[in-house]
């Protein structure tokens, strides 16, 4: 084994167990997880089109109007949205105006998408905390049907810290129990996240 391999698997067990017994017993589950939230894509089928390629939100460019369905994955949120959305912008200056309603999805999809409801008014795409993340490097296109992937650089950054036990998303189980996971616009915690009674 090379000394490298030795030092970090030093450091690794050192971090992890400076944070308790239970964060190295989850620390497999939560490299598996932390690598999910890397990558994320998306099926689009409806009407219309739409093209969007970014480098992060500071530049995107691109353009379209689409009405339709979305099966997505990202950051551990899967589910089907339906939504109408508009968009067109250069480098810095991107606006979008959409409509988006959860269809099916697990608790973090539903949370984060619920219903989200902009169309008519233009949200400049910069500075929007529910459009997809400030991080986000990918493509998406669609013509009546299409698909979307993309990589979060914040996400990679946090994975491979996560390896010596630094988790900067603090999305590890150590902090779940005390916050909820940084992903998209959820930021705050799990005492402040509101309660649906049945």
Excluded at 93 to 98: A, C, E, K, L, N
Excluded at 138 to 167: E, K, M, N, P, W
């Amino acid at each position: 084994m090379s000394r490298l391999a030795l030092v970090l698997v030093a450091a690794c067990t050192l971090s992890t167990a400076a944070s308790g017994c239970g964060s190295l017993a989850s620390y497999p589950m939560d490299r598996l997880q932390d690598l999910s939230d890397v990558f994320g894509g998306e099926f689009y089928w409806g009407q219309g089109f739409l093209a969007n390629a970014r480098g992060t939100k500071v530049v995107q460019l691109g353009a379209g109007s689409f009405d339709g369905n979305i099966a997505s994955y990202d950051k551990r949120a899967v589910g089907v949205a339906t939504e109408i959305r508009a968009e067109a912008g250069l480098p810095l200056y991107y606006f979008t105006t959409y409509d988006r309603k959860s269809e099916i999805g697990n608790r973090v999809f539903n949370e984060r998408v619920d219903e989200i409801d902009v169309l008519g008014v233009v949200k400049y795409n910069l500075t929007d905390p529910q459009d997809r993340s400030f991080y986000e490097v990918g493509v998406s296109v669609a013509a009546f049907a299409g698909v979307g992937v993309h990589v979060d650089v914040l996400q990679a950054i946090d994975f491979v810290l996560g390896i010596v036990g630094l988790d900067i998303g603090k999305d590890d189980a150590r902090h779940r129990d005390v916050q909820a996971p940084v992903h998209g616009p959820r930021y705050q915690k799990i005492s402040e996240l509101p309660i649906t009674k049945a």
